[in-house]
Each structure stands twice: as structure tokens, then as C-alpha cells.
């Protein structure tokens, strides 16, 4: 599933570097974990668009670095 951007999801700018991108990324896994938010629908739903955005951005990134 795509999402509209993915970086915003993320809460980083379409030019930041690879590890900034993790940071926001662990960061966002730490507060909505299911094991942190046990039974709360909302958080499994932001945990799924937050992995389904690091994915996306890992994508375009890969894709990028094939075309250089």
C-alpha cells in the first residue's frame, strides 16, 4: 500500500540522509509499538503507514542508486 508521502509520514524532508531517516523512523517505532500501546487500534494502524513509508522511501532510494 503506497502512501500519499511517505517522508511526511516520517516527518522528514525528501532530502534527508539515510540516517536521518532511520532515526525518525526508530523513533516513530518506539511510540507506537503495539508493545508499547497494547490493544490500541489507532497506534497499529500509524505502526503499519510508518513501516509502509520506510518502505517506500527505501525503495526510492534503492531505485535512485541503480540509476546513477
Request: charged residues 35%; neutral net charge.
Given at each position: 500500500?503506497?502512501?500519499s508521502d511517505p517522508y511526511k509520514v516520517l516527518g522528514v524532508s525528501p532530502?534527508?540522509?539515510d540516517?536521518?531517516?532511520q532515526k525518525a523512523y526508530?523513533?516513530?517505532v518506539k511510540k507506537y509499538h503495539p508493545d508499547v500501546?497494547?490493544?490500541d487500534e489507532n497506534a497499529e494502524k500509524k505502526?503499519?503507514?510508518i513501516n509502509a513509508a520506510y518502505d517506500q522511501i527505501r525503495n526510492i532510494i534503492l531505485f535512485s542508486e541503480m540509476n546513477k
Open positions: 500500500q503506497m502512501t532530502n534527508a540522509s540516517d536521518e531517516i526508530r523513533r516513530l500501546n497494547p490493544g505502526m503499519r503507514e
